[in-house]
């Protein structure tokens, strides 16, 4: 099996955010979305005949989001229910407001503790001297990365996003050690699933996780922490605040430092491409 998307539930909602309704690729996801709690049930032949669409054009729309064809989707039903006890589970507690702004609070109070000036100082230098930076994140915390990549626009660094929902891995393939590779994983469960993706660039590689999972020293140079707790698997408001907040903070952080640089430096330098990019961009011309 093919699978490269890390959440089919993200996947199908970033389909129907970036098609013209009517597009038969939203119709298939909107079709799924809505029926996700019976996908086990589904039959190919349904869906084609339900939403005026061949069975190879199902098995197109498959590949298109990362997995090889439909019996594949059906393999992921039980995530349905994981995103219930995820979302709903996490959010019908009583006293909901004052638990979540305590812990917000206790939150950014501990990732300051851990972003110590020089964590902060060691990537931002990275982030400067390297020739590309890439944010790799489940499409589902891609927010953190969205905001961090606009505001580094007016710091003179183009910053390229890559998500399970429209990841280039050739691109990830060409990066070097001269180019910068940053994992955001909250729950460490992105870094998991892409590994063998991550292992085979040669970019400087960090990941910031609240998972304290001892492997990731093995694949990164660096690794960032936003809880001194290991709070892997569960929904915390590190997921939904974390990377945000501390994104804001490395962003503060190199403001400071290369403000000036950034005034100075004048246009974009052209990129290089790589032969292999090159070779990916004449393809599609043919």
């Not at 609070?105 to 110590?116: D, G, H, Q, S, V």
Request: with cysteine; hydrophobic share 40%.
């Amino acid at each position: 099996m093919k699978r490269t998307a890390f959440s089919l539930m993200t996947v199908l909602l970033a389909v129907m955010n970036e098609s013209e309704p009517g597009d038969p690729y939203y119709v298939l996801a909107q079709y799924l979305l809505y029926h996700f709690d019976q996908l086990r049930e589904l039959n190919i032949y349904d869906v084609a005949e339900a939403c005026y669409v061949s069975r190879s054009g199902i098995r197109r729309f498959c590949q298109s989001i990362g997995f090889d064809n439909f019996s594949d989707i059906k393999a992921e039903a039980e995530e349905w229910q994981r995103h219930c006890n995820y979302f709903i589970g996490y959010s019908a507690r009583p006293h909901y407001k004052d638990y979540l702004s305590q812990s917000i609070t206790a939150m950014m109070e501990e990732i300051n503790r851990l972003t110590t000036p020089a964590v902060l100082d060691k990537l931002v230098q990275r982030i400067h001297d390297s020739r590309h930076v890439v944010l790799f994140t489940s499409d589902f915390s891609g927010m953190a990365a969205r905001g961090f990549q606009q505001s580094m626009v007016v710091m003179g660094k183009l910053v390229l996003i890559v998500t399970d929902a429209r990841y280039i891995p050739g691109y990830l393939q060409d990066l070097t050690p001269q180019d910068l590779l940053i994992t955001i994983s909250a729950t460490g469960n992105f870094a998991i699933m892409m590994e063998p993706l991550i292992q085979k660039t040669a970019a400087y590689k960090a990941l910031v996780t609240v998972n304290h999972d001892r492997r990731f020293w093995a694949v990164y140079h660096q690794v960032i922490y936003l809880s001194e707790k290991d709070n892997a698997n569960a929904r915390t408001v590190y997921s939904q605040y974390g990377t945000n907040y501390f994104f804001d903070i490395l962003y503060s952080r190199y403001v400071q430092r290369y403000l000036d640089d950034a005034r100075t430096q004048g246009p974009y330098a052209e990129p290089v491409l790589s032969e292999s990019t090159k070779n990916r961009l004449q393809k599609r011309l043919e």
